[in-house]
């Protein structure tokens, strides 16, 4: 099994709502991360997890919290989103120090 | 501040053609890495390059790395249609999977 498997693939959200994006991987990987892209620009590092502990948070606003409950699984909880927050949101994992990213489908979020 | 600079950002070849894209990057760093990504889906990954002098090939596409000149680049040989994307270079900052990504280089190939 080589997939990151990201549900959903698309969320739309008000501004007052709290959702999660959900990310799993059965590859054996120890690390995991969160990426964001905008429109038409490239990603752009939130968090990595390296062995279920929050290693890099990217001054990421406290509206997206981070959760990996074990080492297959990461979420992204949101909560009082900002229309300026829509945006295609990546999930990868990868060995720890070893490099290669291998990332999901994404889940493209859009908050109203 | 690390930064990646990838030109060129547009690239419309014909079908048979070949060319270059580049990725040059600020500060050092032994890991560079190539992604594809189609409008709507994810990033590919195509090519990790970890040393100086490293080249790899897959297909049509060959990627190599200077790390002196901080420099990489993505060769495109006798372009078909189908490698149209957005072609992503990424530097990794430290050892924890931190890639700063270039603009990216959308790239069409028209027949």
């Known amino acids: 099994d080589t997939e990151v498997t990201q549900t959903p693939k698309h969320l739309v959200m008000g501004m007052t709502n709290k959702k999660s994006l959900k990310c799993e991987q059965h590859?054996?990987?120890?690390?995991m991360y969160w990426y964001k892209q905008k429109a038409k620009k490239p990603p752009e590092l939130m968090f990595v997890?390296?062995?279920?502990?929050?290693?890099i948070n990217e001054s990421v606003p406290s509206r997206f919290s981070p959760e990996c409950p074990n080492s297959s699984l990461l979420n992204l909880h949101l909560h009082a989103l900002q229309p300026e927050d829509s945006a295609l949101y990546l999930c990868a994992s990868s060995h720890p120090g070893a490099g290669e990213l291998f990332f999901g489908e994404g889940s493209r979020l859009t908050v109203l | 501040e690390l930064k990646v600079e990838q030109n060129p950002l547009f690239l419309s070849m014909q079908e048979g053609k070949n060319y270059t894209i580049y990725c040059n990057y600020s500060?050092?760093?032994?890991?560079l890495y190539w992604y594809r990504q189609d409008p709507g889906k994810s990033l590919e990954s195509l090519f990790v390059?970890?040393?100086?002098?490293a080249v790899k090939q897959e297909g049509r596409l060959m990627a190599s790395l200077d790390t002196k000149a901080r420099l990489s680049t993505l060769h495109i040989t006798a372009a078909v249609h189908d490698l149209s994307a957005t072609y992503f270079c990424a530097v990794e900052i430290g050892s924890q999977g931190n890639l700063i990504f270039g603009k990216g280089t959308k790239l069409s190939v028209k027949p």
């Open positions: 390059l970890l040393s100086n002098g």
């Open positions: 997890y390296s062995y279920e502990k929050l290693s």
């Open positions: 500060t050092t760093s032994d890991r």
């Open positions: 590859m054996g990987h120890r690390a």
